[in-house]
């Protein structure tokens, strides 16, 4: 099984732009679906997006138009764009994976996580 990496958090102001990476180590990330999720202080972890192998993508709402998320099968790496940032952006990222339906987006039933990186948005 492979183990995910997440790096690219920090601080960042309103309106502000980070580029989340998520690497694979000890495995790759072929046939299979990645996803990005959130737990905002005191709040429940939350689909971002995910990305089927197929490059199919799924956002939440929240973040439809800002975010983008992409793969580089090459790199086994998943990579998270993040624009205009807001305060409500603020929290522990997380990258997860699955074997399963690696040709569907949908964030549901992953098998392996990472351990997150922090974002914090604030002026």
């Known amino acids: 099984q492979a183990q995910l990496v997440e790096s690219g958090g920090g601080l960042v102001q309103p309106g502000g732009s980070l580029r989340l990476s998520c690497a694979a180590s000890?495995?790759?990330?072929?046939?299979?679906?990645v996803g990005w999720f959130r737990q905002a202080p005191g709040k429940e972890r939350e689909s971002i997006s995910c990305?089927?192998?197929?490059?199919?993508?799924n956002y939440a709402d929240s973040v439809k138009g800002r975010f983008t998320i992409s793969r580089d099968n090459a790199k086994n790496t998943v990579y998270l764009q993040m624009n205009n940032l807001k305060p409500d952006d603020t929290g522990v990222y997380y990258c997860?994976?699955?074997?399963?339906?690696?040709?569907?987006?949908?964030?549901?039933?992953?098998?392996?996580w990472g351990k997150g990186t922090l974002v914090t948005v604030s002026s």
């Open positions: 997860a994976g699955r074997g399963s339906m690696w040709y569907t987006a949908n964030c549901n039933g992953m098998d392996f």
């Open positions: 000890g495995g790759n990330l072929d046939y299979k679906t």
């Open positions: 990305i089927g192998y197929n490059n199919r993508t």
